[in-house]
């Protein structure tokens, strides 16, 4: 933990002096990109979190979406969907990973803030899965450098259930990825 907290100062240190980067950029070599993002849909009382991993060289290696039944808060869902994608990701064995998310108090929370709501109840999850990596990132980029994350979330609204994709993106997210290659 000491590790993610020092390397997400100097990232954000970097970032005072060239700002924060509005499109999606590929991570370091030997490292995958993971996107997240969460959907609220109150019509259907149900939440879609989506994520995507892209290697190095920005090409897509995976995608995951899934329809949670419930209605939570904004942050609680941001939350939620780091949490999935965490669990998702440990689970396929990867060690050196940068997790973005468009939630700036979500990525805020994981670098040590305290609470006692649900919220903070779903952070000191995160927090636990953060322990299974070797190096992890968590950085806070916006809507415009998440898009993909962004679609597949939202994509949950006409879905069910959890679905992934491997080596061929879903079509809901495959402009999306073409934009963010160019």
């Not at 897509?60 to 609680?76: C, D, M, T, V, W």
């Not at 649900?118 to 998440?146: Q, W």
Request: hydrophobic share 35%.
């Amino acid at each position: 933990m000491n590790m993610m907290h020092e390397w997400n100062q100097k990232c954000a240190e970097g970032r005072s002096h060239r700002g924060v980067s509005t499109r999606w950029r590929s991570p370091h070599q030997g490292w995958i990109k993971v996107n997240t993002d969460a959907a609220i849909f109150s019509e259907w009382n149900s939440t879609g979190v989506g994520s995507v991993i892209r290697n190095e060289h920005g090409q897509f290696i995976r995608a995951r979406n899934q329809k949670l039944h419930g209605l939570y808060s904004p942050r609680e869902t941001e939350a939620l969907g780091l949490k999935e994608a965490l669990s998702w990701v440990k689970n396929l064995g990867y060690k050196r990973c940068v997790f973005e998310t468009d939630a700036k108090e979500l990525a805020e929370a994981c670098q040590g803030i305290q609470g006692n709501t649900y919220f903070h109840l779903i952070v000191l999850d995160c927090m636990e899965l953060f322990k299974h990596y070797d190096e992890v990132l968590l950085d806070y980029v916006p809507r415009s450098a998440n898009i993909v994350a962004h679609e597949l979330a939202r994509a949950t609204y006409s879905m069910s259930g959890v679905h992934e994709w491997v080596d061929t993106p879903s079509d809901c997210i495959r402009d999306a990825l073409i934009i963010d290659s160019i």
